[in-house]
């Protein structure tokens, strides 16, 4: 009991003392609160793991989060700020528990976030919020619990789509309520990824030290449009399982990482600071093409097909929904070429977050699905964007 008080008494000096920070640091032109939320919700039944099929026989159907956020809002000191109306973004830390214990953990998670003001009035503000991460302490598929089919790996992907009313009820306090989509899985990094799907509600309590008004700007930047011309290389893994017959082999599956890389071409028209959109092609290579395996003496083993035979060529619409330095990449395409050995569907869709330096290098990762629902694999990439071509 002691040491669970002196707990408690560190935790509140530990926040007591990031709010004489956020006091001293908030003093500057640029705006900082801390927040938290509490999460309620219902887990979206999308497998069979989820709907019972595990170890206690139960729907696992509930969840509970709590939420603590870093945010820094735009003051206006950028064109960029007014463009958005004003939005922030900042880092969270999020605790989720399910109503199922010792079934998929409790993970923890990692995330940035960026939220958008929809309307504004004096005291109520309507906001869509997203979030991006990554989530650990999952309790995952392995030989000893094959029933863990929702995860497939210790580490996942967590993505959060919300909607926010929040309402002033002091000077330095907002209030909030919203609803909540989320997503866990791991892009196929590790199979088996069924992932966690989550329909939720919130509650938000905001800590601003000092309230200021953002700058106004008298007149608008211009804009040119213009083409681009963006080429990437991009390089990742996608992960494989095999089960195996009982009668055959005493190895219950084999599971194996195998290499995906491949080179982009973009060519898009650049509208206005937010859109862009244009056409793309793309030389892919995929390790696992014709790859097969042979049972020899109770044991598997695995053999490649020619290297040939795991190239493609691809092409794509290419949409981009820029924030200031950041994009948001939608591009549906289809296979032009691949092998006969390739089972890939031949129309693909990827999604991806690209951020761009000052000399218009950039990063980025993308996610590469088929079926809009189910993930190949994830891609690390970096480039270069030619600007007004």
Known sequence: MLANKRTIYRLLLLLYCNLLYLDAYSQNKDRYSLSCFEQWGWVIPTNDFVKGNNSENSAISQIR????????????????????????????????????????????????????PIFTTTKLRFYADYSVGVAFNWLHYSIKHQDRTAMGGYVSCYIDVS???????????????????????????????????????????????LRTKPIHYLHNEN?????????????????????????????????????VAGVDWRFLRRFNYKHSLGFGFGIG??????????????????????????????????????IHHLGLILEPGIYLYKSRLDESNTFFQRIGLRYYFKDNS?????????NFSVAQYIEWSFGYSFENL
């Open 362 to 370: 950039f990063v980025a990762i993308n996610l590469r699905a088929a």
């Open 163 to 209: 909607v926010l009313l929040k309402r002033m009820i002091s000077k330095e306090i907002d209030l909030g309520i919203g609803l909540s989509l989320s997503h866990y899985s791991n892009g196929a990094m590790r199979k088996p990824n069924y992932g966690i799907n989550l329909l939720s509600s919130k509650i938000s309590i905001d800590y601003l030290a």
């Open 65 to 116: 989060a709590s939420s603590l956020r870093f945010t820094q809002h735009t003051s206006g000191k950028e064109y960029w700020h007014k463009l958005f109306n004003y939005p922030s973004y900042g880092l969270g830390l999020l605790k989720a528990t399910f109503n199922i214990p010792n079934q998929l953990g409790e993970p923890i998670a990692l995330y940035g976030f960026f939220t958008k």
């Open 223 to 259: 804009f040119n449009a213009h083409f681009t011309n963006i080429c990437a290389v991009f390089v990742g893994s996608h992960n494989v399982l095999t089960k195996f017959s009982p009668n055959i082999t005493s190895v219950p599956f084999d599971r194996r990482s195998y290499v």
């Open 285 to 322: 290579y995929n390790q696992y093409v014709g790859t097969t395996y042979r049972i020899i003496e109770n044991k598997p083993y695995f053999s490649n097909a020619n290297p040939r035979e795991k190239f493609n060529l691809s092409t794509y619409i290419s949409y981009e929904y820029r």
